[in-house]
Every structure is written in C-alpha cells, then in structure tokens.
C-alpha cells in the first residue's frame, strides 16, 4: 500500500460534490469548486478533501502522516469516468474507416459484412492473454490522459466461449490498472451471421449461457443489449433484461442511435443507462426525468461516423434528464482513444 499522501497548495479543488443520485438540469453545470484546497489520500482512498486547514486538522486526528505534494496552485480534480467503451477487440476495423471515407453509411457497412460482425472472427481467435494485454495498454492510456474509472463492454465475439473469454480478459486487465474497471456482459450486441436466420436461438444463448456463467463466474456488474433496427428489439431485450434481474446483475441499453424506441418497457427495469440517445420519443422524457436512469451521449461516434445530427442534449438537460459524455470507445472509431479523450468524462455521480 503506498504511503499516504497530501496534496496541498491547491488552486481551485473540483469535488463535484452534490446529493444523492445523479445531478440534473442546472446542478450540471455547478462543479463545487473549493479555493486554497487539499486533499489527503490513505489506504487507497481519499481521507479527507475540502479547504487546506481543515484537511490538516482531519489528518493531525487521524494521526495519519502523509508525504506532502505542493501543487503550486493548480486546479486539482477527480479522474474522468468513460461510462461507455467497447474495450475488448483484437484489431480496429480500418476496412470500415476506408468505406466511410468514400460515403458509405453505418447500416450500408453492416450490410456489406463490416461493422459489428466483422470483429468476430479476431475476438473468437485470439487468445485470453493477448486481448488482456491489447486491453491492459488502452487502459494505460486513457490513464494518461486523466481517466481512472472506465465501463468495459464484451460484445465482439458472440458466442458464449468468445464473451466469456472477453469478460475474463476484461479482469485480468483491470487487475493489472491501478483504476477502477466495471465490466459489462454485451452478448446481445447483434445476432452473429451463422444464426441470423435463426434470432430467438441466439437471444436464448445469451439468457440461458451467457448471462448465469458470467454471474456464476462474477466476471459482470452489467448486462448490456442493442435495442435497435438491425439489433434486437424491445421484446427480445426485455427477456435480456428479465435474465440479468434473475441473476443479480444490473442492466443497460443501447438505445435510439438510428431509431427511436420506445423506452417505457425497458425503463421498468430501471437501467443504470440508456446510451446513444441520437433520437428518442418525446412522450419518454417525462418518466426518464422521473429516474435514476443516465442518458450516456456518445458525441464522438457521432462525429466519427460523420452525421449531421447530434443527440439533443439540451432538450434532455432542461427537462430533468441525467445526461452524461462518455467515449464509445471500439475498434469503429481508431485504433488508440487519443483521437477522442475530449470526451474522458462523465459527470460524477
């Protein structure tokens, strides 16, 4: 365990700090800031944080002895959280990148064999080790660029060996990182191509599999699904959502990034996250302004993919809606998440 720290001498300290649950509306842009701040770590955690001579007299009756770190007046802040990346991929999908680049869209590319399936065959081939390894270094570098909490979805392999093998590969990679890593179980990311024909027997794969081998293994916090046109649709991923429950995982969706769904059927089982969000039902944002659900914006997809169109922040934040950034990290976007760190963050909860 290393030797407690203090970091004092603080410019401007950003706690964030705020009540229960997730912020929304104004509270958005309030940051807490705290001036002439410290912040005092111990046992790998933080001890104490707010106004310098208050953290002092905090460690004096702790009787902690912490090394001391002159800040020389700089802002000091929490790490970023990426509440949405698809870590696990054996290579990036540059074939993708070259068809966009000549005008083909999303749903075209899917069509022709890229995208999401065309991931499979790497994920299912490779070894445990060696998508750790590949993993373990992104990690190192969204940690250079501030991010120290990171979601980490499976989803490109698509068979119960390959998913479980990703979840695994996903934990030894947070074990090597010295942040924090929430794993997340995305089987339900598209129907692979040898079942297409056959839909309900993969979706049955993921709730009778995938999902009481991943909670049996303790490898997920979370089920994710695709609910979309081209994905599975809201009956399917009800089921999804109805298997998580029953094994004692949390769930969340990715929602409305071509389509807009109807939310209300998924809301019930109270999703930590709605994600996308690109189009969503108006009638919907009541009931998500009501709860505790995030919607995770994914702006730099957006950008990448080359759209016109962004999701509707503003409309979602002056209704109430928790709305948060994350990167959608995956081997769509570039093979490094350097081109995207401007949005590493996520408004804390």
Known sequence: MAKPLLLTNIGQLVTLREGAGPR???ALAELSFIEDGAVLCANGKIAAAGKRRDVIKAAKAKKIKAKEFDCDGKVVLPGFVDSHTHLI???PRLIDFEKRIAGAGYEEIAAAGGGIRSSLE???NATRGSLARRAHA??????????TTVEAKSGYGLNTESEIKSLEA???AAKQWPGTVVSTLLGAHVV????QSSPEVYVE??????????????LAQFVDVFCDRGAFSVHQSEKIFEAARTHKLGVRAHVGQLTPSNLMPLAKYQPASFDHMDCFLDEDIPQLAKSGTVATLLPGANYFLGLKEYPNARKLIDAGVPVALATDYNPELRPRPACHSY???LVLR
């Open 170 to 172: 996903i934990r030894d």
């Open 24 to 26: 929304r509306g104004r």
């Open 205 to 218: 794969e993921v709730i009778g599999r995938m999902i009481p081998l991943a909670a049996k293994k303790n």
């Open 122 to 124: 790497g994920v299912r």
């Open 138 to 147: 992104v990690l190192q570098e969204m940690a250079s660029q501030g991010t």
């Open 89 to 91: 991929f054996a290579g």
């Open 192 to 195: 692979p191509k040898e079942q």
């Open 343 to 345: 949005s590493h963050w």
